[in-house]
């Protein structure tokens, strides 16, 4: 065999181990994510104002809002497609995150408070 000649067994070991180099990066945040427990997000609801005004999710997460002002508030999708319901005062709602979720919201009594929900990156 010549000095810089390399075996068939050689070409392939380095091959296949040129392509799980290549793949690994993409496997393990997949394998991450899927052990990841869902985390509880709570929105304070305070002085007319959603603290926080912007939540990053991931799907399976939940988010709570808890109302500690002294009138009702909703938490209403701006396109309407979810919405909690009133929440008098020390009342709290709890919604697990779906994609539908995901967007702009904001109180249907006082329509001017407004906050956001997105997926994490």
């Known amino acids: 065999m010549r000095p810089f000649q390399m075996q068939r067994r050689e070409v392939v070991g380095w ?12 496997t393990i945040p997949v ?13 304070d609801i305070t002085d007319f ?3 926080p005004k912007s939540l990053e999710v ?8 808890v109302n500690k002002d002294i ?9 309407k497609s979810w ?3 009133a929440l008098k005062p020390n009342e709290r709602k709890t919604i697990t995150v779906t994609k539908k979720l995901l967007g702009g919201y904001f109180c249907r009594f ?12």
């Open 31 to 43: 394998f991450a994510e899927t052990n990841r427990k869902p985390v509880t997000h709570i929105v």
């Open 49 to 51: 104002v959603f603290v």
């Open 71 to 79: 009138v009702p508030h909703t938490a209403t999708a701006d396109d």
């Open 83 to 85: 919405d909690t319901g």
């Open 58 to 65: 991931r799907p399976g997460d939940r988010i709570t809002w």
């Open 15 to 26: 091959a296949a181990a040129a392509i799980a180099a290549a793949i690994l990066p993409f």
């Open 110 to 121: 006082h329509p001017s408070m407004k906050a956001k929900i997105a997926t994490q990156k």
